[in-house]
């Protein structure tokens, strides 16, 4: 079982579910599951509105046993066809033949430390031993973050550094009507792809609730009922719909006015 419970820390000036400043600044931490970890950064880089591949970085509390070529990073499209660029490698800072390295570095296939730019909400997988220490860094996303669908699976999650709730996350396709017809649906993967139990869901229209309190789209379980399904920072999951959609993910918290 995967273990993608990545917690905000306390350096991060978030209070009541507001932030105090659009240049909040700081880290959250997890820890590994073997294989395929199904992640996000819930960060930008400061003054940006991408994450960079190297704000993720893995440890082994020192023990000399990453960055020997065995940890690696994808983007993948579809399952699991990789992003064309968008695969690279965990290295040991000696391992850069141009010697300017000194700390552990993601690169490519020859060790050229690499430059890559990871849009808000990205899910990536990264492959690599159980009980690693993962930490990613930057500027907290004040605002909801969207993007739009590719057809099938979209790899995506929790972009902020605080959990959020499925329903934070909504699908559009601009008032169409086409959407919420148990068409639209959402896993967590465990490995490639074993779903994890209890976390599978289906966008339902709201005239699908039986109870007649749903005004909004929803997911829900198979019989409809609204889900309440948390996600940590950082969890990568997988929304599978046609392409040319609005996925939007809301912030759990309300930004403060610069």
Request: glycine share 14%.
């Amino acid at each position: 079982m995967k273990k993608l419970m990545f917690a905000a820390v306390a350096s991060m000036a978030v209070a009541g579910f507001a932030i105090e400043s659009a240049n909040t600044v700081g880290y959250s931490t997890g820890t590994s599951g073997a294989d395929n970890n199904f992640i996000t950064v819930p960060f930008n880089a400061v003054g940006y509105n991408t994450a960079d591949i190297q704000a993720i970085q893995i440890s082994d509390g020192g023990n000399g046993g990453i960055g020997w070529g065995t940890e690696t990073f994808d983007i993948w499209e579809g399952l699991p066809t990789l992003r064309e660029g968008a695969g690279f490698i965990y290295y040991d800072p000696s391992m850069d033949l141009s010697g300017e390295a000194t700390t552990y570095y993601w690169g490519d296939a020859s060790g050229a430390k690499a430059v890559f730019s990871i849009a808000p909400g990205q899910a990536v997988v990264v492959n690599c031993a159980e009980d690693l220490s993962f930490t990613t860094s930057g500027q907290v996303p004040t605002g909801t973050v969207s993007f739009t669908s590719i057809a099938d699976n979209n790899f995506t999650g929790n972009p902020f550094p605080q959990t959020i709730d499925i329903q934070a996350i909504s699908i559009s396709d601009g008032g169409n009507g086409g959407i919420g017809w148990g068409t639209e649906t959402f896993d967590i993967w465990e490995g490639l792809p074993t779903l994890r139990e209890g976390a599978g869901f289906i966008y339902y229209d709201p005239s699908m609730d039986l109870s007649g309190e749903a005004t909004t789209y929803y997911w829900g379980d198979a019989s409809g009922a609204k889900a309440v399904y948390p996600l940590p920072a950082g969890q990568g999951v997988v929304i599978n719909c046609a392409e040319g959609l609005t996925i939007s993910i809301a912030p759990p918290y309300t930004p403060a006015a610069e």
